[in-house]
């Protein structure tokens, strides 16, 4: 199974995500990986991707996660899936990917990018994550209030997918 944790950059996709795969015992991967050198370059100048920046980052996480299906490695991945389009790629229309989205206001996720350091994505860009986002439908993901604790989010997601 590959469980996906969506959200808008500084919704605590990573912690949350690290958490529940801790959790459940599964491989933790970060879309953040998958970025190819000159997107995270763009991110660093506060310029926002495109679709044609995403797609081979797309197309990585895609082939990684054929992998893991195909080798039963249970993982989760921590990504952004902010298009419905990247979560049509992403999906790979088979009922063992699941999405969480963490859903949080411009202002709760504005507030934790300000304090977030060392990172390439910048409060500045939160702004064009939040219009590009095009949140998923409540068949398409679970959605999960991004405010609560990661302890809480990651046994919402355990009672929800009825798994562990």
Same mark, same amino acid.
């Given at each position: 199974? /590959? %469980?996906?944790? !969506? ?10 995500? &690290?958490?529940?795969? +801790? ?7 970060? $879309? ?9 370059? #763009? !991110? ?11 797609? *081979? ?23 952004? $899936? ?5 979560? +049509?790629?992403?999906?790979? +229309?088979?009922?063992? =990917?699941?999405? /969480?989205?963490? &859903?949080?206001?411009?202002?709760? %996720?504005? #507030?934790?990018? #300000? ?5 390439? !994505?910048?409060?500045?860009?939160? @702004?064009? +994550? ?7 439908? *409540? ?10 604790? *990661?302890?809480?989010? =990651? @046994?919402?997601?355990?009672? #929800?997918?009825? /798994?562990?």
């Amino acid at each position: 199974m /590959i %469980i996906i944790v !969506m959200g808008v950059s500084g919704s605590g996709k990573s912690r949350v995500g &690290q958490a529940l795969a +801790q959790r459940l015992g599964w491989q933790f991967r970060d $879309a953040d990986d998958f970025h190819t050198q000159a997107a995270k370059e #763009k !991110m660093k100048q506060a310029i926002p991707l495109n679709d044609q920046d995403r797609q *081979p980052w797309l197309e990585a996480m895609r082939s990684a996660m054929d992998q893991w299906l195909i080798a039963g490695k249970n993982t989760v991945l921590a990504c952004s $899936a902010l298009k419905s389009s990247y979560r +049509q790629v992403l999906h790979l +229309q088979d009922s063992r =990917v699941q999405f /969480i989205y963490l &859903q949080g206001s411009f202002e709760l %996720i504005y #507030k934790r990018l #300000k304090h977030r350091q060392n990172h390439f !994505m910048k409060e500045s860009l939160l @702004q064009s +994550q939040f219009e590009t986002l095009e949140e998923p439908t *409540p068949t398409e993901a679970i959605y999960i209030d991004a405010s609560h604790s *990661p302890e809480v989010i =990651v @046994q919402s997601v355990i009672d #929800k997918l009825d /798994i562990a």
